[in-house]
Structure formats: structure tokens, C-alpha cells
T-cell receptor, first 113, second 110 residues
Framework: ETGVTQTPRHLVMGMTNKKSLKCEQH?????MYWYKQSAKKPLELMFVYNFKEQTENNSVPSRFSPECPNSSHLFLHLHTLQPEDSALYLCASSPSGSRDEQYFGPGTRLTVT | GQSLEQPSEVTAVEGAIVQINCTYQ??????LSWYQQHDGGAPTFLSYNALDGLEETGRFSSFLSRSDSYGYLLLQELQMKDSASYFC???????????FGSGTRLQVQP
């Protein structure tokens, strides 16, 4: 039990669909992250939120839209995706401040058809 | 720019010792972390080095040399369950975001 949950665990969507990924952390952390993990590529940071404020957008296409309504929840809204967006999307959280350790959720395996 | 390099695959036998190296080129380096990820699982934190030297946690140790932009993860008394991918990651000054290496797949054989 990592304390970070993600739903759904698997998602198949067409290029014209709109869907959302959800992440929830039960650790009392104040920072939350979205990462993309593709085969044969390093884990790529997408977005960082700290105290509900977006502090980093790593040049992510606008078809990915994050939302952080509070420090415990993080969403990733998806629309008009491309097949190359198929990947494992991982959410993570960490305490605010100087601690480095990040706690990852199990991920959502996304397939875009 | 930023880059991290680590070997793509390492194979070792049960009970052995294996060292996974990581070299990095970054600006504003703050610290080096290691994460483990089993197939189908989430990355889990193993260690963090901000200062030069060796940090030991049970069978796992991590080393950092800031002057050489180099670190390694040392796994001792290997067990089958240690078969996984191991990622080094750097925490850059002024950011809370990790930049990850491409991972080293460790296969432990009987």
C-alpha cells in the first residue's frame, strides 16, 4: 500500500474521446506530480503541483490538461489524444519542503486507438 | 542540458553483489536518488544522496561523487526478488521535480 491511488488502472480510448485520470494521495503531502512512462524512454515529468498551485509544466501538449482541486487530489484530463500518447501515466506525491522521496501510485495504462 | 546515463541491463546470480552506475550532466545539481520498479508496479524510493560518500540501508548502498558527477547503487546478497528496473534520478536545485535516467534492468538468476 503506497498511499497513492490511481483510477482507472487501464484505459482504452479513441482519438476523439475525452477522459480523465484520477489520483488521490492519503499521505498528507502537499506536492503532487504527473509522469509519463513509455517503453524504451525515461520516466518523463509532465506537471508539478505544490499546495494546489501548478509550479511546473514540462512543455506538455495542451491535449493534456491537469487539475488539482486540493492537495489530496490530482486529475489529468485527456482529449484528442494521439496513438503516441499511449503509455503508463504515473502520479506521485511528496511532502513539501526539502524532502526528496516521492511516493508513486500504481499508474494508469493508457492505450489510444 | 540535462542527461543521465546508466546501463540498460545487468545480469547477476543469487547471493552475488552488483553495482549499477549512473553518470549525470546537469546544471544546478542538488542530489541523486535511486528508485526500484518491478514489472507492472510503481517506482519505489530506495535512497537519496546529497553529499559525497556512501549511504547504507540494509543490503542496498548508494554512493555519490559530486566532483565526478557519478553515483552508483550497490546491491548485496542478491535475491530473486531484486529482479527489477532501477532508476537513478536527480533533484535539481530550485525544483521539486526529478529527472530520471532510462533505467537499468537487473535480472537475478538462480
Amino acid at each position: 500500500e503506497t498511499g497513492v491511488t490511481q483510477t482507472p488502472r487501464h484505459l482504452v480510448m479513441g482519438m476523439t474521446n475525452k477522459k480523465s485520470l484520477k489520483c488521490e494521495q492519503h499521505l498528507g503531502h502537499n506536492a503532487m506530480y504527473w509522469y509519463k512512462q513509455s517503453a524504451k524512454k525515461p520516466l518523463e515529468l509532465m506537471f508539478v503541483y505544490n499546495f494546489k498551485e501548478q509550479t511546473e509544466n514540462n512543455s506538455v501538449p495542451s491535449r493534456f490538461s491537469p487539475e488539482c482541486p486540493n492537495s489530496s487530489h490530482l486529475f489529468l484530463h485527456l482529449h484528442t489524444l494521439q496513438p503516441e500518447d499511449s503509455a503508463l501515466y504515473l502520479c506521485a506525491s511528496s511532502p513539501s519542503g526539502s524532502r526528496d522521496e516521492q511516493y508513486f501510485g500504481p499508474g494508469t495504462r493508457l492505450t489510444v486507438t | 542540458g540535462q542527461s543521465l546515463e546508466q546501463p540498460s541491463e545487468v545480469t547477476a546470480v543469487e547471493g552475488a553483489i552488483v553495482q549499477i552506475n549512473c553518470t549525470y550532466q546537469t546544471s544546478g545539481f542538488y542530489g541523486l536518488s535511486w528508485y526500484q520498479q518491478h514489472d507492472g508496479g510503481a517506482p519505489t524510493f530506495l535512497s537519496y544522496n546529497a553529499l559525497d560518500g556512501l549511504e547504507e540501508t540494509g543490503r542496498f548502498s548508494s554512493f555519490l561523487s559530486r566532483s565526478d558527477s557519478y553515483g552508483y547503487l550497490l546491491l548485496q546478497e542478491l535475491q530473486m526478488k531484486d529482479s527489477a528496473s532501477y532508476f537513478c534520478a536527480v533533484l535539481l536545485g530550485g525544483r521539486r521535480a526529478l529527472t530520471f535516467g532510462s533505467g537499468t534492468r537487473l535480472q537475478v538468476q538462480p
